[in-house]
């Protein structure tokens, strides 16, 4: 009869500097006990993390934030314990020496509201992890800790409407993540992106976004052609192409009625988000 109880708390303040300064501390609490039953051993895990920002606000929005925080997590049962197979036929196996994992972060952001009709925001990061809980994909699957991983990113997103017909926005994100031990981070894509203009006219309200990211690596588990290094298999890893894909919603709207025809990957692009599991080719909704 295995049992997980989670708590956590937290508090948090805000002061006023002045002249449209701010300043904001927190600090969370967190606690899991983890009992696997038959009387192995119960694990604790207790952890305080601080949090702090500096804040400027400019025409009554927040224009300037510099943040420092700290997270926690706790492996989960099923990470420490948890041995079955999955849907696919892979054996996933729960590891008892997996350690909490711990985070620093550190986020610049500026906001930029222009105007009502124009505004921007850009916000930087750079977060270390230590003891990052992850899965090794081998014979079985067991959750370990990766020793230490950093992440620095890039977010920007913009709203223009320069009059009542039209309007344009759109976003872009950058991810960089390393492992200081030069094992490769899989599943992540260094770039994305998403741009949309919406148009409105007396016969209907267009709405046309395109997505696009950059390509990614995986770890080719369902390959039979992989290595064996001392008691650990070596997948090979492979990448998914880089993509784009457009969609587009016509809609009008009489009286109280709205009717809307949409059509998603207008290209009929083929194309997948995780290894062998192909997304849907152009599809219309009405």
Avoid: C
């Amino acid at each position: 009869s295995p049992s997980q109880f989670s708590f956590g708390s937290f508090f948090q303040s805000k002061y006023s500097i002045g002249n449209g300064w701010s300043m904001g501390t927190g600090l969370r609490y967190d606690f899991r006990n983890s009992d696997p039953g038959n009387g192995y051993t119960i694990r604790e895990y207790t952890n305080w993390s601080p949090k702090f920002n500096l804040m400027y606000s400019m025409k009554g929005q927040h224009a300037f934030t510099i943040a420092y925080s700290e997270g926690f997590r706790a492996p989960s049962l099923s990470e420490l314990y948890l041995q079955h197979s999955s849907s696919y036929g892979l054996t996933m196996q729960g590891n008892p020496n997996v350690l909490p994992e711990r985070v620093q972060a550190v986020e610049l952001a500026y906001d930029h509201p222009h105007s009502k009709s124009w505004h921007w925001r850009i916000a930087t990061f750079y977060n270390q992890y230590e003891n990052m809980i992850d899965f090794v994909y081998s014979l079985p699957i067991i959750a370990v800790n990766r020793e230490g991983v950093t992440g620095k990113g890039l977010e920007y997103q913009f709203n223009w409407r320069p009059n009542k017909s039209i309007s344009f926005s759109g976003q872009y994100e950058y991810l960089d993540m390393n492992d200081r031990s030069g094992d490769p981070i899989l599943y992540r894509s260094k770039h994305r992106g998403l741009l949309s203009t919406q148009l409105h006219t007396s016969i209907a309200d267009v709405h046309v976004s395109v997505r696009t990211w950059s390509e990614q690596q995986y770890d080719d588990f369902l390959s039979h052609d992989y290595e064996m290094v001392g008691s650990k298999i070596i997948f090979p890893i492979k990448t998914l192409p880089a993509q784009t894909i457009p969609e587009i919603i016509l809609s009008k709207k009489i009286n109280s009625y709205k009717a809307s025809l949409k059509i998603s990957n207008l290209l009929d692009t083929s194309y997948e988000l995780i290894q062998d599991y192909p997304m849907p080719g152009r599809t219309w909704h009405v």
